[in-house]
């Protein structure tokens, strides 16, 4: 090759380069005006996210300020200001406290260095001080920003107004309280309403079983049945009332404990077989298959719900029969009673209002036999406390069968049971086969219920001292304690004017004296037997005073039961 062909080669590589330099020259030139339109594209997108944040911030929250890693204010926005009063730069370092209320101020200021210290979120609910010299309610939240090693660079805080929020909490705790404070004032109430009605009602019944004993005439002693009849109507009129109000209440307690069910069943029929009698009715008892041999269940609650059920079965049948049915259902466990008359039934319409309160079906055939309309209400909610429920279905004039179902989680082993197997092979022992021996102490403050105590335990045998309030009571016993004859009871009455007996009887014991003490009160509101407990009594008799119930309660704890 020669020098001409060599030469011409080079200018043509020299050429070929110069264009290669120049691109790539271009092509730098482009991505960094390609790079720069981008970095401003993302700025000016960065500014405007900036902006609506800002103005975010300030149509949600009613002042805002930035603060150093040590917790100092360094910037205040101008909603913070507006908001306080404080004028600009006031609020620096740990100025913006000084806008806190200050009954609030210490709790704030500790709260905020704790939180510094902790590198955590800080919230709080606080009082601040207005620019017009009243005080609102503020949520203050304050969160860390971290720079990329994770330390703490700064602080934002931002307050929202929750004065609104605040006035409703109040507002509902002012309605709870008069709630309580209502619930307080129908509880003692309904409590004094039971001693006073209650009290009267122990003088009445007590006497009429008095003057009972001493009449011969028919008609005479018919009159003193009328009296005994309706006095306990009052008293189930009186219970109706009281257990929906403790039910309403939540007052209702509901135990548990393992029961026979076929035992149990032959008490409620034993108890309702009279009234049955009363009226010509067969009681009849059936058992469909094997039942549980024992339920886990509160038994006074079931019990209650069978004899109100049973009750009202016999008191609108006046022809045929009143029939108990028990059952067993597998899934979900549980024991269904269904009372089954042949009654004058409850009509369609009439069906869904039985079991509001204070409501009866049709006034013309309920009339006659009264009640408040308390005891389906009554019934249904037990039945719902004992996770259960309560079901009718009836025609007029084809009777009715309300149906029970109770949960049965629990049950004892599956038994067939003959109505038979519960026939009753220990009756009660008789009122008069019962003999005391002892000195007893009543304290009444009322002479009827004296006169009643001393007359239905002497009877039985047993000599008896009285005393009219708790201090009576104390001297009392202490006199016959030091003649060497004390006590071996003391019936005590727990409402007396002076010293009640819940004072006497702590008083007593405190002093040593160890001899059983029976309560004796008209209240029969939750709470009350624990109370009596508590204070240091074994017992509890309430009024009006069961002749029966009440002797066999003293003779149990003096042991000597003939």
Same mark, same amino acid.
């Given at each position: ?25 271009d ?27 800002r ?12 603060a ?51 590198e ?41 107004d ?64 009328t009296?005994r ?35 149990l ?26 039942v ?72 013309? !055939? /309920? %009339?006659?036999?009264?009640?408040t309309g308390?005891?389906?209400? @009554?019934?249904?909610?037990? =039945? #719902? &406390?004992?996770r $259960? ?12 069968v309300?149906?029970l179902t ?7 082993e ?21 003999r ?8 009444d ?37 030091r ?14 004017p ?5 004072? !006497? /009887? %702590? ?9 059983? @003490?029976?309560?004796?009160? =008209? #209240? &029969?509101?939750? $709470? ?5 407990l508590?204070?240091g ?15 066999r ?10």
């Open positions: 090759m020669d020098s001409t062909d060599l030469q011409q080669r080079l200018a043509e590589a020299e050429a070929t380069f110069e264009a290669l330099r120049n691109q790539e020259v092509a730098v030139v482009g991505a960094k005006q390609i790079m720069l339109l981008r970095l401003g594209e993302v700025e000016r997108k960065l500014r405007e996210s900036e902006q609506r944040f103005v975010l911030v300030e149509s949600t929250a009613q002042a805002t300020w930035d150093d890693a040590h917790g100092n204010v360094v910037e205040e926005s101008s909603s913070w200001l507006e908001y306080t009063g404080q004028a600009p730069g006031d609020s620096l370092g740990m100025g913006w406290l000084q806008a806190v209320h200050p009954d609030d101020r210490q709790l704030v200021e500790a709260q905020w260095q704790a939180a510094i210290g902790r955590a979120s800080f919230e709080c609910e606080f009082r601040l001080d207005r620019h017009d010299g009243t005080s609102s309610w503020t949520h203050l939240r304050a969160a860390p920003l971290r720079s990329t090693g994770g330390h703490v660079t700064k602080w934002v805080a931002m307050n929202v929750i004065t609104k929020k605040k006035e409703f909490e109040h507002s509902l705790q002012f309605a709870r309280e008069q709630a309580e404070a209502a619930t307080r004032s129908r509880g003692e109430f309904l409590a004094n309403m039971s001693h006073e009605i209650r009290t009267p009602m122990t003088a009445i019944l007590g006497y009429a079983d008095i003057l009972g004993e001493h009449l011969q005439e028919p008609d005479n002693i018919q009159c003193v049945d009296i009849r309706n006095g306990h109507f009052l008293l189930e009129v009186i219970n109706d009332i009281l257990d929906l109000s403790k039910i309403d209440a939540g007052r209702m307690s509901i135990e548990s404990e393992r029961v026979a069910t076929a035992e069943v032959h008490d409620v029929l034993s108890l309702m077989q009279i009234r049955a009698q009363q009226k010509k009715l067969p009681l009849l008892v059936e058992y469909e298959g094997r549980p041999a024992t339920l886990d269940i509160d038994p006074v609650r079931l019990r209650q719900i069978l004899l109100n059920l049973l009750s009202n079965a016999i008191k609108f049948t006046d022809t045929g029969y009143v029939q108990l049915t028990v059952r067993y259902i597998d899934t979900p466990p549980r024991v269904q009673f269904d009372v089954i008359d042949s009654g004058i039934g409850v009509a369609e319409q009439d069906i869904q209002t039985l079991f509001e309160p204070f409501t009866q079906a049709e006034a013309s !055939a /309920t %009339r006659s036999v009264g009640g308390l005891g389906l209400t @009554i019934c249904r909610r037990l =039945a #719902n &406390a004992l $259960g429920d309560i079901a009718v279905r009836s025609k007029p004039g084809e009777g009715s309300f149906t109770v949960n049965a989680d629990g049950h004892g599956l038994v067939t049971v003959s109505p038979l197997d519960r026939e009753s092979s220990d009756p009660p022992t008789a009122n008069d086969d019962i005391l021996e002892g000195h007893i102490l009543v304290v403050d009322r002479r009827d219920i004296l006169f009643l105590a001393d007359r239905f335990l002497s009877e039985a045998g047993a000599e008896i001292a009285t005393a009219n309030d708790g201090a009576d009571a104390i001297a009392e016993v202490a006199a016959q304690q003649a060497g004859r004390p006590f071996d009871l003391v019936v005590m009455d727990m409402q007396m002076n010293m009640d007996g819940y004072e !006497a /009887t %702590r008083h007593l014991r405190s002093s040593g004296f160890d001899r059983p @003490i029976v309560a004796l009160t =008209a #209240n &029969a509101m939750k $709470g009350d037997r624990d109370r009596c508590q204070a009594c074994v017992d509890f008799v309430t009024k009006p005073l069961n002749k029966d119930v009440f002797i309660t003293v003779a149990r704890h003096l042991g000597r039961q003939g």
